[in-house]
């Protein structure tokens, strides 16, 4: 990190923080589709993952579309019809891909079967209709289709999903999320409103899976779990990026202690903004139990942050005047995913590394009462993304 820039980021965020006096207060709950400008650059993407800690194993996905930075105008009747029929970039990099992440019990890697795909095959749909209004702060269901593919389904009282990429299918239900904050307050808090180049929302820290399965085909295996009682949850993270860049170097993470019910998720790297990179972070970490409730964002909190992409370590140090949280991540080299591809302006591009089997160790400190906790969070997800990769780029290309 360049500490020289860290004093540019109160100079920012007083600029910043005028902006607010003159934007509404109301949260959305940015869980919900946006509506895509007409003009690209612009992404939305989403990801979900599933921690099995009864048998050590743990499955996500993600997907996206880009509208690229040089492409045509959607027109009108785009818009209102299927909204996606978005042309494709010059160079052809994909503007629609869709990702499993496999970390079966025997798996020492994560797994990543990735597949691309025809944005006309793509519908997000709100209330049943293409979506016309930005997120407000309540969630009314929408789904998201893709051919035979995708279907994501997320209302206030649970989420149904079913990804099939090549031999690969990942689907399941959950019940409703545990959210960040109240009123559909994300990460971001306030931030949100500023016309920041990327968003991250939390929907849901840990929401109860009731029931899930994995298949591969190719080789017949089938995993099935769930909750059931008397044991700790089967639990799934469930977030959301969008915006029309995409950070140039990040470190992201999350985990669930499913057994003591602790969890944190955080996002720390380098914005470029004014032709500076201005090193920020958004970090949640939660102990019910003990009452803690930390969130940190630039405008409350000052972090630093040492990551070693070769190593598989991070380590996030963070503190407002009511907390100080350091969370360090260790995964074993070989249990990170191949690249993994990333939004980009003119489409994917391969651009970050993932493990499913990070070891997380947190300390927090309630800062008034003086009150600290110590936690272990294993089957954590980490992940290395553009230039914080091991030598800042893709080990396999
Ligand atoms: C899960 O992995 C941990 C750490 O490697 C090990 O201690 C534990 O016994 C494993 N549990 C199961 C159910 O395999
Ligand atoms: C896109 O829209 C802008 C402004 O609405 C217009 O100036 C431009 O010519 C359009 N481009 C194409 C390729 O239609
Ligand atoms: C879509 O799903 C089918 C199976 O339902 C699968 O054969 C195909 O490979 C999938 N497409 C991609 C791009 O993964
Ligand atoms: C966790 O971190 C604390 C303080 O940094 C250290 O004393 C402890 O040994 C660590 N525990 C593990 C399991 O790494």
């Known amino acids: 990190m360049a500490p ?11 600029i910043l923080t005028a902006g607010i006096l003159v934007i509404q207060p109301a949260s959305g709950n940015n869980m919900d589709p946006h509506v895509f ?9 989403w990801y979900m993952r ?12 993600l997907f996206a579309l880009i509208l690229p930075a040089r492409g045509e105008n959607l027109t009108m009747e785009m818009k209102s019809s299927l909204l996606f029929n978005v042309p494709k970039s010059h160079d052809n990099a994909p503007l629609l891909c869709a990702s499993l992440l496999v970390n079966s019990p025997e798996d020492r890697k994560l797994g990543s079967p990735t597949g691309c795909f025809d944005p006309s095959d793509y519908s997000v749909l709100k209330d049943g209709k293409p979506v016309e209004h930005n997120p ?14 995708i ?29 960040w904050g109240p009123g559909g307050e994300g990460p971001e808090s306030w931030l949100e409103h500023l016309p920041l ?25 089938v995993v099935k779990g769930g909750s059931v009682a008397g044991r700790p949850p089967v639990v799934a993270h469930l977030e959301k990026n969008w915006g029309d860049k995409f950070i140039e170097a990040w470190v992201w993470a999350e985990g669930v202690n499913t ?62 005047i009511e907390c100080h949280v350091t969370i360090h ?21 391969l651009g970050c590394l993932e493990s499913y089997t990070a070891v997380a160790n947190v300390t927090a400190t309630k800062i008034l009462s003086g009150d600290k906790d110590h936690q272990i969070i294993p089957l954590s997800a980490l992940e290395f993304g553009g230039l914080y990769m091991c030598n800042g780029k893709c080990p396999d290309v």
């Open 4 to 14: 020289q820039l860290h004093s540019l980021l109160p100079v920012m965020l007083c």
């Open 37 to 45: 400008p007409s003009h690209g650059p612009f992404f939305e993407g």
């Open 50 to 61: 599933v921690i099995d800690s009864h048998r050590n194993a743990s499955y996500g996905f």
């Open 136 to 149: 407000d702060d309540k969630t009314p269901p929408f789904e998201v289709k893709l051919a035979n593919n």
């Open 151 to 179: 279907s994501y389904i997320v209302t206030p009282t649970g989420t149904q999903f079913s990804v099939s990429i090549g031999d690969h299918r990942l689907e399941g239900e959950t019940t409703s999320p545990v959210p």
């Open 197 to 221: 180049p990327i968003h991250w929302f939390v929907y849901s820290f840990r929401s109860t899976v009731t029931t899930y399965s994995y298949t591969n085909e190719a080789t017949g295996s």
């Open 259 to 320: 057994a003591t019910d602790v969890y944190f998720s955080f996002s720390s790297g380098l914005i470029k903004e004014l032709n500076f990179d201005i090193p920020a972070q958004l970090s949640g970490y939660r102990n019910p139990a003990k009452g803690f409730d930390c969130s940190f964002h630039p405008a409350n909190s000052e972090h630093t942050l040492l990551h070693d992409g070769c190593a598989g370590t991070a380590t996030l140090d963070v503190r407002s």
């Open 329 to 349: 991540l260790h995964a074993a080299p070989e249990s990170f995913s191949s690249c993994l591809v990333t939004p980009q302006p003119d489409g994917f591009r």
